[in-house]
């Protein structure tokens, strides 16, 4: 029963978020309507500098629009954890949305949307902050590796909202825990990082994590990462990950074999190998899929907005393991106000 409850209330928070930007919204466009009323005509000449801007202003006016409303919802949940007449300290909130459409040999209609919404909780000086997503963990500024959708790493449905608290963070180490909701079900996780580095050309990450679900009750993750820095421009990234879970028997585990290139400033590529599969489980060992690829992503028309096309090859053990080539064109979006 109180799961239920639990999860009532996360949904009220969530509708009531987008109910106060909307309302927010309709209240910012009856005032301009209002002052367009009451203004009158200039005397002066049109500038002609207009026109030069309206080729900037659709794209423009997208991410000042989103912008503006992440940055609303992050204020009113902020207010929740102050007093109404302390100072009020504008928190930090940030968004990413990505659209993809994924042509196979086999599946020509496949489409893949993603989205991460961060918000810092500055009353908390910086340590807490919540986050709603529908993707893995990935760091603000790395680039997320797995560009062809693996097997989700928790469950089927990896929508999560949760509260993230940080522990201790250190530049080489990091201790936070997390308390949400994800595919319906309510979980707690718990997680450690920490770096190392040797002659500022190797470098090893190691991040163990232990979450527990309500339902699919206890669960653990340990990932294992090398980089070694070739040059100011290339890298070449090894990882390796295993998890398991009540919810299900054996060991699943994923390799990744990845070369990245910085071409220029707004241009780079990663060339990558991955193997996923299962061990010690009721099949025993087997490999569930090869998949090989190049992505060349590139920033274009705006700083915010980027684009990324990717051939790949991909080796299925639900089809055989037969040759199934295929593309992956994708358009992603960053979006914050400060």
């Not at 996360?10 to 203004?39: G, K």
């Not at 908390?124 to 760091?139: P, Q, T």
């Not at 990717?310 to 393991?321: A, C």
Request: net charge negative.
């Amino acid at each position: 029963m109180q799961k239920k409850h639990l999860v009532y209330l996360s949904c009220f928070l969530l509708i009531s978020v987008t109910f106060i930007t909307f309302q927010s919204n309709a209240a910012q466009d009856q005032n301009m309507d209002s002052e367009r009323q009451i203004e009158k005509p200039s005397k002066q000449p049109k500038r002609p500098v207009i026109n030069t801007l309206e080729q900037e202003h659709w794209s423009q006016e997208v991410h000042d629009t989103i912008a503006n409303s992440v940055y609303q919802s992050a204020t009113w949940f902020d207010s929740f954890f102050t007093d109404i007449d302390s100072q009020q300290i504008e928190p930090k909130a940030t968004a990413k949305i990505r659209f993809g459409w994924i042509p196979k040999a086999r599946n020509l209609a496949e489409f893949d949307s993603r989205f991460r919404l961060k918000v810092k909780l500055p009353h908390f000086k910086d340590k807490m902050s919540l986050i709603l997503s529908d993707e893995d963990d990935v760091e603000d500024s790395q680039l997320p590796l797995d560009g062809i959708g693996t097997r989700p790493e928790i469950n089927d449905e990896s929508f999560a909202a949760a509260l993230r608290y940080v522990v201790e963070k250190e530049s080489d180490s990091l201790i936070d825990t997390r308390i949400g909701i994800s595919g319906g079900d309510i979980f707690a996780k718990v997680r450690q990082r920490h770096l190392y580095t040797f002659n500022e050309k190797h470098g090893v990450k190691v991040e163990p994590s232990t979450y527990y679900f309500l339902d699919d009750g206890l669960g653990a993750k340990l990932f294992l990462e090398y980089n070694y820095q070739h040059d100011e421009k290339s890298q070449y990234r090894i990882n390796y990950s295993i998890r398991g879970s009540q919810s299900f028997s054996g060991i699943r585990w994923k390799h990744g074999f990845y070369y990245l290139n910085q071409l220029d400033k707004n241009t780079a590529s990663v060339t990558g190998l991955q193997v996923e599969g299962e061990r010690n489980g009721e099949y025993g060992f087997f490999t569930d899929k090869y998949t090989l690829s190049y992505r060349y992503r590139f920033n274009a028309l705006q700083k915010w907005l980027y684009f990324e096309v990717e051939p790949f090859l991909e080796w299925s053990k639900d089809d055989s393991y037969t040759t199934t080539p295929g593309i992956a064109l994708r358009i992603e979006g960053f979006f914050s106000k400060k």
